[in-house]
């Protein structure tokens, strides 16, 4: 059973690189929209619903980086039972390295 959450999340969260790159698209057109409004002098109201749908969709990336971190350490895990321990080791730790890398980002 326990195979089968980690083969279930494994598989949402290959699907999280593209809900980043979406994200990612629309943090960004928030932000230039944010910025021309600001600059043509339009209503404060309409700037702060934009500031905050960026700093949302920031936060969201960040849970989406988390989500990877984890698919790393998985496969940090399945790595360990490799027979030839240079390759065990230098596998291993780079998926470790790699999950760490997303988590304090």
Same mark, same amino acid.
């Given at each position: 059973?326990?195979?089968?959450?980690?083969?279930?999340?494994t598989?949402?969260?290959?699907?999280?690189?593209?809900?980043?790159? @979406?994200?990612?698209?629309?943090?960004?057109?928030?932000?230039?929209?944010?910025?021309?409004?600001?600059?043509?002098g339009?209503?404060?109201?309409?700037?702060?619903?934009?500031?905050?749908?960026?700093?949302? @969709?920031?936060?969201?990336?960040?849970?989406?980086?988390?989500?990877?971190?984890?698919?790393?350490?998985?496969?940090?895990?399945?790595?360990?039972?490799?027979?030839?321990?240079? @390759?065990?080791?230098?596998?291993?730790?780079?998926?470790?390295?790699?999950?760490?890398?997303?988590?304090?980002?």
């Amino acid at each position: 059973m326990e195979n089968d959450v980690f083969s279930h999340f494994t598989k949402f969260s290959n699907q999280t690189s593209g809900q980043d790159k @979406l994200c990612r698209i629309l943090q960004y057109s928030s932000q230039l929209v944010w910025w021309y409004l600001e600059r043509h002098g339009y209503s404060s109201d309409n700037i702060a619903k934009l500031q905050y749908l960026q700093q949302s @969709l920031s936060t969201a990336r960040k849970y989406f980086a988390l989500g990877k971190s984890i698919e790393h350490i998985q496969g940090a895990v399945v790595t360990i039972h490799i027979n030839d321990p240079i @390759l065990r080791y230098s596998i291993t730790l780079s998926k470790i390295s790699q999950a760490f890398q997303n988590v304090l980002r």
